[in-house]
């Protein structure tokens, strides 16, 4: 979509109010909860993820998510021994309803990847945002003001994770939010409490006493795309060197 001069002027208002919305610091959070004392993150550990389907599923009740739209799905790969840095990666329909079973003939590895919004620290999507609609809350969750969200697309466009879509009913960007109105009220997120081997973790790294720093301590973790420099913050446990 582009913004003539003209049309940015109309904006501008629109922009302030937004901008004054994110400093106010909303959404309004749960009483007693202090979001300068938490900064969210996700563990995922890949060898513990057996493609259920129960996370999305759990998603997309959870949400409200609209059918063929995904604020979290899981990916399936398979390795090939001839060709292991180029895999077949399959996710249907999200793999929401799991996936088909392996040929006891086919070579090479197989492994799901499940893959959400990373709650970036230097997000391309809110720099991006002509009116400050996508903004990161004080606690480090990326998310969207569809009150403000004009609709653009500028912020699908710059997510190098693929993690946004715009609502086809709402006309408005939409996204995972980590289940920010569950985290903030001392909850897991829907699709961390539906998975049924632990594979996802909420983690709070400035909790002292969060399992995480054990974790990172003692296991190596990565994060999707590193080069693009977004300080992803969905950290994954046994990633193999093909996933994209």
């Excluded at 009220?185 to 539906?194: F, H, P, V």
């Excluded at 909420?202 to 296991?219: A, G, M, Q, S, Y």
């Amino acid at each position: 979509m582009k913004i003539s001069r003209r049309q940015m002027l109309i904006l501008l208002p629109a922009a302030a109010i937004a901008w004054e919305h994110v400093m106010a610091g909303t959404p309004e959070a749960a009483p007693n909860y202090a979001m300068s004392e938490h900064w969210w993150s996700m563990l995922i550990d890949i060898p513990k993820c057996i493609g259920c389907g129960n996370c999305v599923r759990a998603c997309q009740a959870e949400n409200d998510v609209p059918d063929g739209r995904f604020r979290t799905w899981v990916e399936r790969y398979h390795v090939h021994d001839e060709d292991m840095m180029n895999p077949e990666v399959i996710s249907p329909d999200g793999g929401k309803e799991g996936f088909p079973s392996v040929a006891k003939e086919d070579s090479g590895k197989y492994f799901f990847v499940p893959k959400l919004c990373n709650q970036c620290v230097d997000s391309p999507c809110t720099q991006v945002c002509p009116v400050g609609a996508t903004f990161v809350t004080p606690d480090g969750v990326v998310l969207v003001d569809q009150k403000y969200c004009m609709g653009c697309a500028y912020c699908v466009q710059a997510c190098p994770y693929g993690c946004r879509y715009i609502h086809p009913q709402k006309q408005v960007a939409d996204k995972c939010t980590l289940c920010y109105h569950r985290i903030t009220k001392g909850l897991t997120t829907a699709c961390c409490e539906a998975c049924p081997t632990g594979a996802r973790q909420l983690v709070d790294l400035k909790n002292p006493n969060d399992p995480i720093h054990e974790f990172l301590r003692t296991h190596p973790v990565q994060i999707l795309k590193p080069q693009m420099a977004t300080g992803a913050k969905v950290y994954y446990h046994g990633m193999d060197g093909s996933v994209r």
